[in-house]
């Protein structure tokens, strides 16, 4: 069974600050792993995503992350925060069982960039 | 890029009636629909995967029977609560994958729909 686990539910930073969300994963076979925004009452974005190859994957809005299959861990990072990151972030696995991929979040990070 | 509308965006509705949410892929053929509920500050829980044209795949512990869903052609979904009651209550968001195999595919998301039971 896969698990993901987002250690940090709220996370503060000031503006202009870089910002680490933090993501680990548990599972059996091969992962895709992937992190989506939620800005309020809306459904998710994907921001970036990993499947194959280099390992640090850069996405929207200035957002880039590694995948570390050693320590089963894809951290969100962004060097740089802005008030308009303000949302919650989800990170999710994905495998394929019988040929469906299920994708399953962890409970998400609301970030809240401060003035 | 790929569009997802789902509507109603937010429904109010009695103890006991029923309610439709609809699920559409406006410039692609969404071959797989996802449906999930959203409690407050909380995690996506995934309820059903379905595909056009057959029954829905429902997650451990999701009444089939309460939470309806149909997957008639490539481009719509409906999730309809039946006889639904204030613990429904909660933030449905639907999303649809391309048509392909391949995991390249990307998953697009609806708007979400909040259901609040009186």
């Known amino acids: 069974a896969q698990s993901v686990t987002q250690l940090d539910s709220q996370v503060p930073v000031f503006e202009e600050a870089p910002v680490e969300l933090r993501c680990n994963y548990s599972?059996?076979?091969?992962?895709?792993l992937f992190w989506y925004v939620q800005y309020p009452n809306q459904g998710l974005q994907l921001l970036l995503k990993?499947?194959?190859?280099?390992?640090l994957v850069k996405g929207i809005n200035g957002f880039e992350a590694e995948f570390n299959k050693s320590q089963t861990s894809f951290h969100l990072r962004k060097p740089s925060v802005h008030i308009s990151d303000t949302a919650e972030y989800f990170c999710a696995v994905s495998s394929s069982t019988s040929g469906t991929y299920k994708y399953i979040f962890g409970t998400g990070t609301r970030l809240k960039v401060l003035a | 890029g790929a569009v997802v509308s789902q509507h109603p965006s937010w429904v109010i509705c009695k103890s006991g009636t029923s309610v439709k949410i609809e699920c559409r892929s406006l410039?692609?053929?969404?071959?797989?629909m996802f449906w999930y509920r959203q409690f407050p500050k909380q995690s996506l829980m995934l309820m059903a995967t379905s595909n056009e044209g057959s029954k829905a795949t429902y997650e451990q512990g999701v009444e089939k029977d309460k939470f309806l869903i149909n997957h008639a052609s490539l481009t719509l979904s409906t999730l309809t609560v039946t006889s639904a009651h204030p613990e429904d209550s909660s933030f449905y968001i639907c999303?649809?994958?391309?048509?392909?195999?391949?995991?390249?595919?990307?998953?697009?998301f609806g708007s979400g729909t909040q259901l609040s039971v009186l």
């Open positions: 410039d692609f053929q969404a071959t797989t």
């Open positions: 599972s059996s076979v091969s992962v895709y």
């Open positions: 999303s649809a994958r391309t048509r392909g195999a391949a995991i390249n595919e990307k998953l697009f």
């Open positions: 990993y499947l194959s190859g280099s390992t």
